[in-house]
């Protein structure tokens, strides 16, 4: 009984910390990217162009079947043929033809060529369908900059409240120090009181920087689907090397647009193409075929059909002439989006560029103001130097170390934010 008893805690105390652990697994800034996506509602417009897609090319398919068409008519004539011989022949009497006729038909078409119709139809319905996936693609793509925003700030902070801790450790220490002082009597209560102060005022720097810390988490567990609480921890990234050539989904979009302009060519050549259907008719009606018998009779012909429209010839040459004014357009639109974001890239290099010289000169400061801050805490402890002097020493290496934390995380995001402008992130 003991026994199953422990048991049953030790199976509660698993459920239990079961959340704190799923929450501590660390997400990824791909993972992000992924997540984002999948948990954005337009995403579930992707179904929706394929199931379009699937029922236009299955109507332009049925092309190839049997067409089938029924046709009544009823009518009244004002006159009909009528049979008459310049002498009487007794015994022998045409039939009268009545004004009122009816008949009811049906036709049954086959087509045996249609110059290519119902093939290019299903070739526009897949190119219309690439080209609104990939718009759709070009929007999803723009969460990544999103994801950027919000991913890097949560580092930001994290970095900031640990520096912010260091922070609190000098200023104990140097509560510490001026604490002995006092207690000796050689240093007034009022220095402690500077030091607590400057302590409490990074407390609240504590507060603000949690505070917005959860607020960036809030937003990307919003944008990602992902029930991100504050104890969430982001790995952060790794860096990433020089960028290259454009991969972005806009190209893919540009190529689907020209692929739709091939087959709108296609379809001006194929309506100028002649048709040839077999076609089957059977009817019933007053007259049938035989015109001379006044009763309802069946009836039905069959044979082939040659139908062959020459009308489109006479605008088949602009029609061509504004596939070609489309597809420099798309050329163009195509031209500046590489012209911008080239220029975009080179500007964001040349941040890269200027990130990494700063690095370099934040740690030589911050171990000039480290070792000064070192000093100046001997100087305290031997009450050279007033806790102002220590503290002006201790502000000038946390703020060297929170340039670096600055510098150092906008020289990440922007590797990353260069990746999302190559594209090179979707390869």
């Not at 008459?84 to 049906?106: A, M, R």
């Not at 897949?126 to 999803?140: H, I, M």
């Not at 992902?226 to 454009?246: F, N, T, Y």
């Amino acid at each position: 009984m003991i026994n199953e008893v422990k048991i049953a805690l030790i199976g509660c105390l698993w459920l239990v910390t079961l959340p704190t652990q799923a929450q501590q697994k660390q997400l990824t800034i791909r993972e992000a990217y992924q997540l984002a996506r999948k948990n954005y509602p337009m995403i579930r417009q992707l179904g929706l162009i394929e199931k379009t897609r699937d029922y236009s090319i299955s109507n332009a398919a049925k092309g190839y079947l049997p067409q089938f068409s029924v046709q009544g008519q009823a009518t009244y004539q004002s006159a009909v043929t009528e049979f008459k011989l310049p002498v009487s022949i007794p015994g022998v009497e045409f039939p009268t033809i009545n004004k009122d006729q009816y008949k009811v038909l049906g036709e049954v078409n086959q087509v045996i060529y249609d110059g290519g119709n119902v093939r290019t139809q299903v070739r526009s319905h897949e190119a219309n369908a690439l080209v609104e996936t990939q718009k759709l693609e070009v929007e999803l793509y723009k969460l990544n900059e999103r994801v950027n925003q919000l991913f890097f700030g949560v580092l930001m902070q994290d970095e900031q409240l640990k520096q912010n801790e260091l922070l609190k450790n000098d200023i104990n220490l140097g509560i510490k120090k001026v604490q002995a002082l006092i207690d000796n009597g050689t240093a007034f209560k009022s220095n402690a009181n500077t030091l607590k102060a400057e302590l409490l005022k990074a407390d609240q720097r504590t507060i603000d920087l949690n505070a917005s810390r959860k607020a960036y988490v809030e937003m990307l567990g919003l944008l990602t689907g992902q029930p991100l609480g504050d104890s969430a921890v982001l790995e952060r990234p790794i860096e990433l090397a020089a960028g290259g050539v454009i991969h972005r989904p806009e190209l893919k979009l540009y190529d689907a647009q020209h692929r739709s302009l091939d087959i709108q060519s296609q379809m001006i050549d194929v309506r100028n193409r002649p048709k040839l259907n077999f076609f089957f008719q059977g009817g019933y009606g007053r007259p049938a075929l035989n015109i001379l018998s006044n009763g309802f009779d069946p009836y039905y012909i069959t044979g082939v059909r040659l139908n062959w429209s020459l009308s489109g010839f006479y605008t088949a040459k602009k029609d061509h002439e504004l596939v070609r004014n489309n597809r420099d357009a798309i050329q163009l639109q195509k031209e500046t989006f590489l012209f911008n974001t080239n220029l975009t890239a080179r500007q964001q290099s040349a941040e890269l560029d200027r990130f990494r010289q700063l690095l370099v000169t934040d740690d030589e400061i911050i171990n000039l103001r480290e070792s000064i801050k070192t000093a100046a805490a001997a100087q305290l402890e031997n009450g050279v130097i007033n806790t102002n002097d220590f503290l002006r020493e201790v502000n000038a290496e946390d703020t060297a170390r929170q340039s670096k934390i600055l510098h150092g995380t906008q020289l990440l995001m922007s590797q990353y934010n260069l990746e999302n402008t190559l594209g090179t992130n979707i390869e």
